[in-house]
């Protein structure tokens, strides 16, 4: 074989090892800490962020680190934040809002880190019974005005004349929960809701209801209506611009659905990810795979670009 030959294969060897190096960089910078991992990992918090995480533990624990237990739990938003904000706390608090002022406060007092992982895009749903052919359609002040107690619509004909003469039922998640806070905090800007509405701690007992009862509408999270879509319907929306049905192609922060869309969250106990290298990889596998299950569970997944900048900052708890 020629000079000319094992140059030429030399110079291809020699890019090939570059290449290789090049990703192996990057990975390393993106990458989970460790494949060789034991001890245990505790989460609790928002019910609608709750099976996107399920999710995420399940496959780490399968696929990833063995030897690792990640304990999911579904406590809601506020009573989450309750457990993570003591001393020993929970490793994370899944969160369907942001973290309250006062409740920062609290972080401070204790003396640990935080960090906030945006993880997936949530849309508030309004869902009714299966046989409800009336009211499919609604303009967002409509629906307003069904759980306003200053409102005057207590009856279905309230709205629309040709709609039935029947009382509406309410229902919706209670206080512990972020999508209350959302929906009562954004959505209805902080007016009261009508005392008769049903306040429920599990998304199970709403689907349930509505799904019981064909005058009544609840709201919560995407994700719960499109795993019982043989069971509910949801309201296409009117903005202004013509009815809006949610789905991961319109929830987006900046899309036709995005009045009544929402970033959902993980907040990271940052002191435990320094001191116990379980949390951090765990928090290094969801930045790295939320994207690829947010569909599945009924979340709009978050811009690369995001998730990028959020790797960085997780770099530095190294």
Known sequence: MSRKIFSFLGVILLVLMVAVACVQEKEAVISETSNELSGSVSIDGSGTVYPLMAKLAEEYMVSKETDVSVE??????????????????TDFNNASREIKDEELELVEDLGFDLMEIKVALDGLTFVINKDNDWARE??????KSIFLASGSVEKWSDINPDWPDEEINLYGPNENHGTYEFFFENILEEEDLKSK?????????LVKLISDDLHGIAFFGFGYYVNNTDALQAVKVDFGSGAVEPSLET???????????????TYLNATHGKEKPEVLDFAFYVLNH????????????????????TLQLLENLK
């Open 251 to 265: 929830i987006s922060e900046d899309g036709p659905y995005a009045p009544f869309t929402r970033p959902v969250f």
């Open 138 to 143: 609604m303009t967002s002040e409509e629906l």
């Open 197 to 205: 509405i049903e306040l429920q701690q599990e998304y199970s007992s």
């Open 290 to 309: 939320m994207d690829e299950f947010a569909g599945e569970v009924g979340f709009a997944p978050i811009p690369e670009a995001e998730i990028d900048e």
């Open 72 to 89: 999911v739990s579904r406590a809601g938003t506020s009573a989450g934040f309750k457990k993570f904000l003591v001393e020993d706390g």
